[in-house]
């Protein structure tokens, strides 16, 4: 079986094929997975699931922002938005600890092993 192009990853994502290659590009860099061109290239996984966790994941993908409320802007010059952003930034802050914690502790191991479970779930229940 081929390793999954682009295109396909993109259609299971959802999104547009030409977004893919730059998904990916940090999680090659960081070794996570590679890619090979040509009849049956596409991507392939290149590490030990059991050794990279969701916060590797989330490093690879450049750090994005993960809580956001609105158009938060870094210095806003709505008074209301002012007082809305000093009010939460703490919250938003010891959360997003809280998570990335989380993001540690979970293997992709262990989202493999719920993914295949699943599906011999399903395949068993029709």
Request: one cysteine or more; proline letters at 4%.
């Amino acid at each position: 079986m081929a390793n999954p192009t682009s295109e396909r990853l993109a259609s299971v994502m959802g999104t547009n094929p030409v977004v893919v290659p730059r998904l990916m590009s940090g999680l090659r860099d960081l070794g996570l997975v590679a890619s090979s061109k040509g009849h049956g290239g596409g991507w392939t996984l290149a590490c030990d699931l059991d050794r990279v966790t969701l916060r590797d994941v989330y490093v690879a993908l450049g750090s994005p922002r993960i809580l956001a409320m609105g158009h938060r802007s870094a210095e806003p010059t709505c008074l209301v938005e002012q007082a809305v952003n000093a009010a939460l930034r703490t919250a938003f802050a010891d959360a997003e600890r809280l998570l990335l914690k989380r993001f540690s502790d979970v293997t992709l191991g262990r989202l493999s092993a719920d993914f295949h479970r699943r599906m011999a779930k399903r395949d068993l229940c029709g």
